[in-house]
């Protein structure tokens, strides 16, 4: 409801209304640090203004932007950080992206980066001679790996992990995912991000 009664100021059209959805907040944990960095921890403008009423954020950075409702007028917030610090949890959920995410995008057997729809995962011991799906025995594989692998063993096939599988823990997965900023970072974000990416830049420079 907040959200429907919110406007530019200077317009009302449908475009202004779809690039106020490209503004979105980046959220910070009270320690000023990012919720997460992979995906980037970022609010909708919409959520960002309705934790804003709630008072459970404070607002760090802006954009150029004014939107109004019709008892209040203000900027929308490009950086949050939060009133109450959040716990961050110590076990990742086992899912296909946390997968790819611990293998960096690269498949265990060639050792080659691809793009998410590329990828599958690959029962290291395979379910048909006893292999479990856990993440001791998962690893990110290339379409054309997988095939070649098939139902074999490793010795089998002389096709071995580039690392064995194991569980990372979230602080892992975290500095994994500071290898992949979004294409989108506002300049107000620059002060609580780093890229694993722009440090090496610097090097090279």
């Not at 959200?3 to 100021?9: E, N, R, T």
């Not at 997968?99 to 080659?112: I, P, S």
């Amino acid at each position: 409801m907040l959200g429907s009664q919110l406007s530019d100021v200077n317009s009302t059209s449908s475009t202004t209304m779809r690039s106020l959805d490209q503004c979105p907040a980046l959220v910070l944990n009270a320690d000023y640090r990012p919720l997460s960095y992979y995906p980037l921890s970022l609010w909708s403008w919409q959520e960002a203004v309705k934790a804003i009423f709630r008072e459970t954020v404070t607002v760090l950075s802006e954009y150029d932007r004014m939107i109004r409702s019709p008892s209040h007028e203000f900027k929308l917030p490009s950086v949050l950080v939060l009133n109450e610090y959040i716990k961050p949890k110590t076990s990742p959920a086992f899912t296909r992206f946390n997968v790819f995410l611990r293998d960096n995008w690269e498949c265990q057997y060639c050792v080659k980066k691809f793009k998410t729809q590329a990828l599958t995962f690959d029962h290291v011991i395979p379910r048909s001679k006893g292999g479990h799906t856990s993440w001791e025995n998962i690893v990110t594989a290339c379409q054309k790996c997988n095939t070649r692998k098939g139902n074999m063993l490793p010795k089998e096939c002389d096709m071995h992990p580039q690392v064995k599988p194991y569980e990372p823990s979230m602080y892992e997965l975290q500095e994994h995912g500071k290898k992949f900023p979004p294409h989108f970072l506002h300049k107000s974000w620059e002060d609580y991000l780093y890229w694993d990416s722009e440090l090496e830049d610097q090097y090279i420079h």
